[in-house]
């Protein structure tokens, strides 16, 4: 069967939920278009009553740490949430300590969502897949689809909220948010994070350290 879905049905499930575009979209293909089941799957993930609580304000969090064995990568990541409450309980230095270690693990990331990516970066990483040679030769409607699906991917491997959870491979970092959300009954955000790698930017021997770190995360 199609997996088509129809922009009505996304809007229809989203105006229902309060769920995001694209996790409207991938609950319809899931559910095979029907609405009932797409709204059970938005509830059962939490997605639907954490988008309404998205717009508050996080004033209140934590800036937690963490070093990878070795001392040789180190995170420091701001969590936020709204009340002081919260910011005190073991789930929230829980969820703190779990993004520390995707950030320590996850050495591509360099902004938590696309909306913080600058412009000049897009046009750059724009501009370099506009000069490959692979697609030099193909017709300019053809190029511009590939280019766009190029700078997607590119743009998701620099954020944060799209990377795969690593402990569990079958969410990513934003949904795992969205479920702590619904788990704390409040609004909860990364705001900023510093990653720091020994040596970074002098001359020395190549280390492998995303392998090394994802290594250490799965046995645990």
């Given at each position: 069967?199609?997996?088509?879905?129809?922009?009505?049905?996304?809007?229809?499930?989203?105006?229902?939920?309060?769920?995001?575009?694209?996790?409207?979209?991938?609950?319809?293909?899931?559910?095979?278009?029907?609405?009932?089941?797409?709204?059970?799957?938005?509830?059962?993930?939490?997605?639907?009553?954490?988008?309404?609580?998205?717009?508050?304000?996080?004033?209140?969090?934590?800036?937690?740490?963490?070093?990878?064995?070795?001392?040789?990568?180190?995170?420091?990541?701001?969590?936020?949430?709204?009340?002081?409450?919260?910011?005190?309980?073991?789930?929230?230095?829980?969820?703190?300590?779990?993004?520390?270690?995707?950030?320590?693990?996850?050495?591509?990331?360099?902004?938590?969502?696309?909306?913080?990516?600058?412009?000049?970066?897009i046009l750059q990483e724009t501009n370099i897949e506009?000069?490959?040679?692979?697609?030099?030769?193909?017709?300019?409607?053809?190029?511009?689809?590939?280019?766009?699906?190029?700078?997607?991917?590119?743009?998701?491997?620099?954020?944060?909220?799209?990377?795969?959870?690593?402990?569990?491979?079958?969410?990513?970092?934003?949904?795992?948010?969205?479920?702590?959300?619904?788990?704390?009954?409040?609004?909860?955000?990364?705001?900023?994070?510093?990653?720091?790698?020994?040596?970074?930017?002098?001359?020395?021997?190549?280390?492998?350290?995303?392998?090394?770190?994802?290594?250490?995360?799965?046995?645990?």
């Open positions: 069967m199609s997996n088509e879905i129809s922009v009505e049905s996304i809007k229809e499930l989203r105006s229902k939920t309060g769920a995001g575009m694209m996790d409207c979209k991938k609950a319809l293909q899931a559910s095979e278009g029907k609405v009932d089941l797409a709204i059970e799957a938005l509830r059962k993930k939490g997605l639907a009553s954490a988008h309404k609580k998205s717009s508050r304000v996080t004033t209140e969090g934590l800036i937690a740490s963490y070093i990878h064995a070795g001392s040789r990568v180190g995170v420091l990541v701001e969590l936020n949430c709204e009340t002081d409450f919260v910011a005190r309980s073991d789930d929230f230095h829980d969820l703190a300590h779990d993004i520390s270690m995707q950030l320590a693990a996850s050495q591509s990331v360099e902004y938590v969502s696309m909306s913080d990516i600058p412009e000049r970066i506009k000069e490959k040679d692979d697609i030099a030769k193909k017709p300019e409607e053809i190029k511009k689809q590939i280019i766009i699906g190029r700078i997607e991917k590119r743009l998701k491997e620099l954020c944060l909220m799209d990377q795969v959870f690593i402990k569990d491979q079958s969410i990513s970092v934003e949904e795992l948010i969205k479920k702590k959300i619904v788990l704390m009954g409040e609004n909860i955000k990364i705001r900023r994070f510093q990653r720091f790698i020994l040596g970074e930017g002098l001359q020395r021997k190549s280390d492998n350290f995303t392998q090394e770190v994802s290594k250490m995360i799965y046995n645990n």
